[in-house]
């Protein structure tokens, strides 16, 4: 085994997994959105309790 050919299958794997991305349509971007949003909103909120406690 070569190891062009573990790139080769690491290739087709991706393409495999890539095809179920294609078929759900925008349904990984929104659960994506929706995840990053609420990290968004978590991270803000513990700044503005530091900020309120008069840490750094």
Not at 19 to 38: D, R, S, V
């Amino acid at each position: 085994m070569q190891l062009k050919d573990v790139w080769i299958g690491i290739g087709e794997f991706f393409q495999w997994t890539f095809q179920f991305l294609t078929a759900a349509q925008n349904g990984p971007n929104f659960l994506f959105l929706g995840i990053g949003l609420i990290l968004l909103v978590y991270w803000i909120g513990q700044m503005i309790g530091q900020a309120r406690r008069g840490e750094n």
